[in-house]
């Protein structure tokens, strides 16, 4: 079954663009105008990833991811218009996977879109490596779920990738650079101090676990046991 797009744009030009590129790729596609809209589309619907534009009329993306993020962990590309920093920082820490500034190409949409589906099925899956343990800490690949001494946390997509790829890696060190080709894939064009972000909202929901993750100067991070 092909997965399902939800792209949520109220400039109909540029929603009718992404659709196409979408469907002639083979996927499902969703449309929605507002964040209304969106938010019945998710509540009814098995959606598998969400394009959402933050400059919208009635809710903006902002709202709209943080009540997607109270009730699932779906991969969600946010669209702004502006390249502000702080945007995209706000955007990250609301529990977005990744960011496109507008104007953008459809092509690299559809290549990030993709990059971020296929990330659910881990390299580890096919070594046979459905689970890594360390301490208190379980990750489990196949149902894409954490667990801190038998209770489960609720990660991001890009907070379980980065987390599942740093334990993949235990002791040695990941450059920035490493972890956005691994997750987002070398069309990426943004900022690597997003990754900052990412880890520190990681860091905060591992609680106790979080020291794990080791900040190495000049250098990325390394999981230690």
Not at 20 to 25: E, H, I, K, N, V
Not at 37 to 55: G, K, Q, S, T
Request: with cysteine.
């Amino acid at each position: 079954m092909n997965e399902t797009i939800l792209i949520v744009e109220d400039e109909d030009i540029l929603r009718e663009i992404s659709k196409d590129y979408f469907q002639d790729a083979g996927y499902e596609v969703l449309e929605a105008k507002n964040g209304l809209d969106a938010l019945d589309l998710f509540e009814r619907l098995n959606i598998d990833l969400i394009i959402l534009d933050i400059m919208m009329p009635g809710l903006d993306g902002w709202t709209v991811c943080k009540r997607i993020r109270e009730k699932s962990v779906v991969p969600i590309i946010m669209l702004t218009a502006r390249s502000d920093d702080e945007d995209t920082v706000l955007g990250f820490e609301l529990g977005a996977d990744d960011y496109v500034t507008k104007p953008y190409s459809p092509k690299i949409l559809l290549a990030r879109a993709k990059r971020l589906l296929q990330s659910k099925f881990s390299e580890s899956l096919r070594d046979n490596e459905d689970k890594l343990i360390s301490n208190n800490l379980e990750v489990d690949l196949r149902s894409h779920s954490v667990k801190i001494a038998g209770l489960v946390i609720s990660l991001t997509h890009t907070e379980f990738e980065i987390l599942a790829y740093l334990m993949k890696n235990k002791n040695i060190v990941v450059t920035r650079e490493q972890m956005i080709v691994k997750i987002w894939g070398y069309e990426y064009d943004g900022d690597d101090r997003t990754i900052n972000t990412h880890i520190r909202n990681l860091r905060n929901k591992l609680g106790k676990q979080a020291n794990q993750i080791k900040t190495i100067v000049r250098a990325g991070y390394r999981f230690e046991d």
